[in-house]
């Protein structure tokens, strides 16, 4: 799945997010760790900010969300850019890429399980 968000570059960006099982349960994701690269694209090898479990830029936080009309609390994500990341983004590229990688304890990789479009919300009258 795809998420298009905007940013604005030389500010911090984060969201949060709950991961559901098909029971609409949460995931647990107690030692599940994870991370995340932005690219320009797919194709380039220049990786322009990572966010992970290693940099602090990626968290397990308690979440309360709503699905199909009711209110479910568990361990979420919550993914943060600083405001030098979305600079560098938009310097050197403007869009870019991101999808989210998560390991679970016993080592089995989730590559994919987000996939961000960064698309800059920029203001006419700025300091970068």
Do not use: C
Not at 55 to 82: A, F
């Amino acid at each position: 799945m795809e998420i298009s968000i905007s940013y604005f570059p030389n500010l911090p960006w984060t969201t949060e997010f709950l991961l559901l099982e098909a029971n609409g349960l949460p995931t647990d994701l107690i030692g599940t760790s994870f991370r995340m690269h932005v690219r320009a694209s797919i194709e380039k090898n220049e990786i322009l900010a990572i966010a992970s479990s290693e940099n602090n830029k990626i968290e397990i936080v308690s979440i309360t969300s709503t699905y199909n009309d009711r209110e479910i609390t568990g361990n979420g994500i919550k993914i943060t850019l600083t405001a030098e990341d979305t600079l560098a983004i938009y310097q050197t590229s403007r869009t870019a890429v991101a999808d989210v990688e998560m390991t679970y304890p016993d080592g089995t990789v989730l590559p994919e399980i987000l996939n961000f479009l960064f698309e800059p919300n920029i203001s006419v009258t700025r300091d970068y």
